[in-house]
């Protein structure tokens, strides 16, 4: 049977086969078990806590309810906040001591998928050994507690004014003066994003913020930016930003409708906390698709680039073992360690612009510092990815093709995780040279691992 947990917990079609009310419920009690097992053997006699939130699908109000039942019939007290970002639920899970958080949400996946994913005490995602726990308990019997011993829900107040207070809280200064766009990707940061930015002095113009359950991602937020775009250029903002359905990501548009990726906002913030002495052993945390112009502009800096799986949890997980205090990935999920214990959209929009403030420089002269170089991703299904790594044939095509580049670019060949697939990424100093290495390599890919 397939693992249950992806990348980033439980995700599937809501209500579909596999992501069921009856699911939610079992790895709700299982979570609970497994992430309050300290807690119950200590003898404390205090229940557990628990905190959950979700994104704005419609699905998340059953997948809520039932997640809040399973938790409450294993004994623990559950705190429901309702709509709020992913990094707030993990704020919020650390501020109030809870014992686990949940979030109901499915990130930047389109409206009728959804997902669930735990939160360790402190706010911080689970790695694959709690993980393979939870699934490995969800089907197993256990002590039921009865009467006083079954947990009780309750709402929290005011979730949204206590995070956006929260960030607010990490700046040094007002932005007073900067006209900002936001897109709120119709999903969690539609309450929270728009008021943080207000209160710490912007003027803010929100698009794409309701929360109607059906229009999540849907054509709008980090995954599509042309409106964003076209609204900054529009309203002749200073910059603008683009979230995603839980707002765990950041994408921003500078103030000619130019697109700004994850490589460069984590440049910028990186090079901020540099210039103030407050980067540890100057080191940065990437994945291996780090555009290499960013590499070489942390190189130009004097600032250590290391690399890691594709995906934030290694990104955290690396941030973490090194106690190092920013990192992330091109799609633009970045980790303030100092502020936050996941990737979190509004709080990097928020240091942006208090970057932009400090320096008196607009946003497109402080990504500047990035040069990307061209790159080209292909993917080369129905092929035999276990020899992607190990076929010499394969191999020798890779080397002679680093060799063509001479340095001047980059090759990387990555198995897909959940399929016959072998993706192929290119990047070359024209898109022309990146192209016609990548389809060349893709054609050896297909020949050599051919099922």
């Known amino acids: 049977m397939a693992r249950l947990f992806g990348t980033d917990g439980v995700r599937g079609l809501a209500n579909g086969e596999v992501l069921t009310a009856s699911l939610a419920q079992k790895l709700a009690t299982s979570a609970a078990l497994v992430l309050t ?61 809870a014992d686990l958080g949940v979030v109901i ?20 995602k689970l790695d694959d050994v709690l993980e393979d726990r939870i699934e490995a308990h969800v089907d197993e019997p256990w002590d039921r507690p009865t ?165 934030d949890r290694y990104v955290l997980e690396e941030m973490r073992r090194g106690g190092y205090a920013i990192g992330g990935e091109q799609s633009g999920h970045i980790i303030m360690s100092e502020h936050a214990t996941t990737g979190d959209g509004i709080l990097t929009a928020l240091h942006v612009l208090q970057r932009m403030t400090d320096t008196g420089r607009t946003l497109a002269d402080l990504a500047s510092v990035v040069t990307r170089l061209p790159q080209v991703l292909l993917n080369v299904k129905g092929v035999d990815k276990a020899r992607c790594k190990t076929d010499s044939g394969l191999l020798e095509a890779v080397a002679a093709e680093e060799t063509a580049l001479a340095g001047s670019g980059r090759i990387l060949l990555r198995p897909s995780g959940t399929e016959n697939l072998v993706r192929v990424m290119v990047e070359a100093p024209t898109h022309h040279e990146a192209e016609a290495c990548a389809e060349r390599l893709a054609d050896v890919v297909r020949s050599r691992l051919a099922l």
């Not at 949400?105 to 911080?124: E, V, W």
């Open 37 to 97: 097992e300290e807690l119950r053997g200590s003898g404390s006699g205090r229940k557990p806590l628990a905190v959950i939130g979700n994104d704005s699908r419609v699905s998340g109000q059953f997948l809520q309810a039932t997640v809040a039942g399973g938790l409450a019939s294993a004994g623990c007290d559950v705190i429901e906040v309702g709509v709020l970002p992913t990094p707030g639920v993990a704020y919020l899970t650390a501020a109030l001591q």
């Open 105 to 124: 949400s499915a990130s930047h996946n389109p409206m009728p998928d959804n997902g669930i994913k735990f939160l360790q005490r402190g706010g911080h």
């Open 147 to 311: 009467g006083a011993s079954v947990g009780r829900i309750s709402s929290h107040d005011n979730p949204v004014e206590t995070y956006a207070a929260h960030l607010v809280s990490t700046l040094e200064r007002r932005l007073d003066g900067l006209t900002v766009v936001v897109d709120c990707a119709n999903g969690a940061a539609a309450a929270a994003g728009p008021l943080a930015l207000d209160q710490a002095g912007a003027k803010v113009i929100a698009i794409n913020d309701t929360n109607d359950g059906l229009s999540i991602n849907d054509g709008v937020g980090s995954t599509h930016p042309e409106m964003l775009q076209k609204a900054v250029v529009e309203h002749g903002a200073d910059v603008g930003f683009a979230w995603d359905g839980d707002a765990d990501r950041c994408l921003a548009v500078d103030a000619e409708g130019n697109l700004v990726d994850g490589d460069q906002l984590i440049a910028i913030l990186a090079l901020g906390l540099h210039d103030a002495g407050r980067l540890p052993d100057d080191t940065v945390v990437v994945t291996v698709m780090s555009n290499l112009g960013f590499v070489k502009a942390m190189d130009a800096a004097g600032v250590q680039v290391k690399q890691t799986a594709v995906g």
